[in-house]
């Protein structure tokens, strides 16, 4: 799969863009563990253009964390186009990403993000001249519609291929699901399988195992698949599905997606191999402790531990811990590392017995 002169290999794992969740330090420790390609937090236009300060400061980014993208969204075509161009020139970043799929009220209920699915005309005049007016590729990331009745997907990504874009991600949901149900991957398969697509297409949306992620590939022939909230407290996922999709390949090399994928029996793929976890616990808690640091140094020690209580929260390590419910509540409790360290090293001594 290529992006613009980005090569990512048969089966790349991306990191998707996440308000309060893809900070820098965060896409450190993604990219670490085998993330092909990290997003920062998505970007307002309207408030880049104004330089206000906190969004000015989304845009920092290093070598270390490439290939990095930066998800810009907007309604106004010429502000869209002048942050992409103020992205361009301050952050150097390996694509340009526009957000037509964040399906939040305050964004999507302005006609930002998923909103633009309500005035497709003008999501493709926003994209058409942002395309123009950067030399960085443009990708695009969008959901299959507004509601079951618009799911407009189909036709949607030839008009924004036809628009120059480089690459599409496609969220299995609409704006009216928001992050409910399940994903529907049918119609992403469909834009891959559509002869007219010659774009990477990109699947996004509950992908939460190594076996979903192979699946993913195998099913519905996307280029590249993008994980976003089993990320939370799990940045080790990239390595435990691309350490998967690698033995996959060593079983069965020649068994990975294509424009013309068909489902594969329930006999083939109960051939595969069952996924290797080489971390311990242990590993893991110290994983989260480094990242709790990072966000305190990075901030402060109070906001940083704020930062940081999603990922403990959502960590799936505790769940060996019998009624961890006390714990757990002290845990997102504790407003200092003095308090909180003390806690974790206590859960590491409860997992080493269970």
């Given at each position: 799969?290529?992006?613009?002169?980005?090569?990512?290999?048969?089966?790349?794992v991306f990191?998707?863009?996440?308000?309060?969740?893809?900070?820098?330090?965060?896409?450190?420790l993604?990219?670490?563990?085998?993330?092909?390609?990290?997003?920062?937090?998505?970007?307002?236009?309207?408030?880049?253009?104004?330089?206000?300060?906190?969004?000015?400061?989304?845009?920092?980014?290093?070598?270390?964390?490439?290939?990095?993208?930066?998800?810009?969204?907007?309604?106004?075509?010429?502000?869209?186009?002048?942050?992409?161009?103020i992205?361009?020139?301050?952050?150097?970043?390996?694509?340009?990403?526009?957000?037509?799929?964040?399906?939040?009220?305050?964004?999507?209920?302005k006609?930002a993000?998923?909103?633009?699915?309500?005035?497709?005309?003008?999501?493709?005049?926003?994209?058409?001249?942002?395309?123009?007016?950067?030399?960085?590729?443009?990708?695009?990331?969008?959901?299959?519609?507004?509601?079951?009745?618009?799911?407009?997907?189909?036709?949607?990504?030839?008009?924004?291929?036809?628009?120059?874009?480089?690459?599409?991600?496609?969220?299995g949901?609409?704006?009216?699901?928001?992050?409910t149900?399940?994903?529907?991957?049918?119609?992403?398969?469909?834009?891959?399988?559509?002869?007219?697509?010659?774009?990477p297409?990109?699947?996004?949306?509950?992908?939460?195992?190594?076996?979903?992620?192979?699946?993913?590939?195998?099913r519905?022939?996307?280029?590249?698949?993008?994980?976003?909230?089993?990320?939370?407290?799990?940045?080790?996922?990239?390595?435990?599905?691309?350490?998967?999709?690698?033995?996959?390949?060593?079983q069965?090399?020649d068994?990975?997606?294509?424009a013309?994928?068909?489902?594969?029996?329930?006999?083939?793929?109960?051939?595969?191999?069952?996924?290797?976890?080489?971390m311990?616990?242990?590993?893991?808690l110290d994983?989260?402790?480094?990242?709790?640091?990072?966000?305190?140094?990075?901030i402060?020690?109070?906001?940083?531990?704020?930062?940081?209580?999603?990922?403990?929260?959502a960590?799936?390590?505790?769940?060996?811990?019998?009624?961890?419910?006390?714990?757990?509540?002290?845990?997102?409790?504790?407003?200092?590392?003095?308090?909180?360290?003390?806690?974790?090293?206590?859960?590491?001594?409860?997992?080493?017995?269970?």
């Open positions: 799969m290529k992006i613009g002169n980005i090569q990512f290999g048969k089966h790349p990191l998707a863009p996440m308000e309060d969740v893809t900070d820098i330090g965060f896409r450190h993604c990219k670490r563990f085998g993330a092909a390609m990290v997003y920062t937090e998505f970007v307002s236009a309207e408030a880049l253009v104004r330089s206000v300060k906190s969004t000015v400061n989304k845009l920092q980014i290093d070598d270390a964390e490439r290939p990095v993208g930066i998800q810009i969204y907007g309604r106004d075509v010429p502000q869209m186009v002048e942050a992409a161009q992205v361009e020139s301050e952050a150097h970043p390996d694509v340009i990403d526009l957000n037509f799929g964040c399906p939040v009220k305050k964004v999507a209920g006609g993000g998923a909103g633009m699915l309500q005035n497709v005309p003008l999501l493709l005049d926003i994209t058409r001249e942002v395309v123009k007016a950067v030399n960085t590729p443009v990708t695009v990331k969008t959901r299959l519609g507004w509601n079951q009745e618009q799911l407009i997907i189909t036709t949607l990504a030839e008009q924004l291929q036809d628009c120059g874009i480089q690459a599409l991600t496609i969220h949901r609409t704006r009216s699901q928001m992050y149900g399940e994903a529907d991957w049918t119609l992403i398969g469909e834009v891959k399988r559509n002869p007219r697509i010659h774009i297409i990109i699947g996004n949306g509950d992908i939460t195992t190594p076996e979903q992620a192979r699946q993913a590939f195998l519905y022939g996307v280029d590249a698949i993008m994980v976003g909230r089993a990320t939370f407290g799990r940045p080790w996922i990239f390595k435990e599905i691309t350490d998967y999709l690698n033995a996959c390949d060593e069965q090399p068994s990975h997606g294509a013309n994928a068909q489902p594969e029996s329930d006999v083939a793929l109960s051939q595969l191999p069952n996924p290797c976890d080489t311990t616990v242990s590993d893991k994983i989260l402790i480094e990242q709790l640091r990072i966000n305190i140094d990075r402060d020690e109070y906001r940083g531990i704020l930062h940081t209580r999603r990922h403990l929260a960590t799936p390590i505790f769940k060996g811990i019998p009624d961890f419910r006390q714990t757990r509540i002290a845990m997102l409790r504790a407003n200092t590392l003095d308090e909180l360290l003390p806690i974790l090293e206590a859960c590491r001594q409860r997992l080493s017995r269970s």
